[in-house]
């Protein structure tokens, strides 16, 4: 049973950072694309970024390119998602995924994040 648990969500002030953490487990995810994505209040869930776990290729949504960082921890089957210059429209609820072929599959529960300006 594949099992993808967020955390590290919170309250921050624009300009500030957060690094969300994901933590997979139930199978090996070598073969697995893994991502986050988000989703604001009225709007619906878009990509944010997404890494391949086997060597590390990454790519990003124009949108926070320069500011997040997406990366992973093999030893810990962990991904992360470091946050930095953080907006007022990077507030949503941030969800981890996985794929291991063309579709997401798993999903986690997601964790907030909410910038004030």
């Known amino acids: 049973q594949v099992q993808l648990v967020e955390s590290g969500g919170g309250l921050v002030q624009a300009g500030g950072s957060l690094r969300l953490s994901c933590a997979a487990s139930?199978?090996?995810?070598?073969?697995?694309?893994m991502g986050w994505f988000r989703q604001a209040p009225g709007k619906e869930r878009e990509f944010v970024a997404r890494?391949?776990?086997?060597?590390?290729?990454?790519y990003y949504v124009d949108s926070v390119k320069g500011r997040f960082t997406i990366s992973r921890d093999s030893a810990k089957n962990t991904v992360y998602l470091q946050m930095n210059s953080l907006k007022a429209e990077d507030t949503a609820l941030y969800y981890c995924?996985?794929?291991?072929?063309?579709?997401?599959?798993?999903w986690g529960q997601g964790t907030q994040v909410t910038v004030s300006s």
């Open positions: 890494i391949r776990w086997s060597g590390g290729a990454t």
């Open positions: 995924a996985a794929r291991p072929g063309g579709d997401w599959i798993y």
């Open positions: 139930g199978r090996t995810f070598t073969n697995y694309v």
